[in-house]
């Protein structure tokens, strides 16, 4: 069993920045791909960044590349997102999610273990 809490959202300017985190519990965690999505009012969970349990390759959609940065750290059993130059578009909750042994570019549904969600709102 794994059990995943975010924390970082809040509400911030377009343009502005902010960090996600996400603590896990588990002594496997080394063995998860980590990956974070997103999900606005009405619209479907979708990727925004993965990052693979075994070589730490990252991946990104196309519309947070190069501006967040995905990152995670064994020994602490966390992963972050580092989420820079903010639109009004990236509001949502945004989930944590870990899936064992999962390549970077899997479906939502690979993910075995999720968090409840941190809130992210950008104003405009």
């Known amino acids: 069993q794994v059990q995943l809490v975010e924390s970082g959202g809040g509400l911030v300017q377009a343009g502005g920045t902010l960090r996600l985190s996400c603590a896990a519990s588990g002594r496997t965690f080394s063995s998860y791909t980590m990956a974070w999505f997103r999900q606005a009012p009405g619209e479907e969970r979708e990727f925004v960044a993965s990052?693979?349990?075994?070589?730490?390759?990252?991946y990104y959609a196309d519309s947070v590349k190069g501006r967040f940065t995905i990152s995670r750290d064994n020994a602490k059993t966390s992963v972050s997102l580092q989420m820079n130059s903010l639109k009004p578009e990236d509001t949502a909750v945004y989930y944590c999610a870990a899936g064992r042994g999962v390549e970077v570019r899997a479906s939502a549904r690979r993910y075995d273990y999720w968090g409840q969600g941190t809130q992210v709102t950008v104003s405009s």
């Open positions: 990052i693979h349990w075994s070589s730490s390759a990252a």
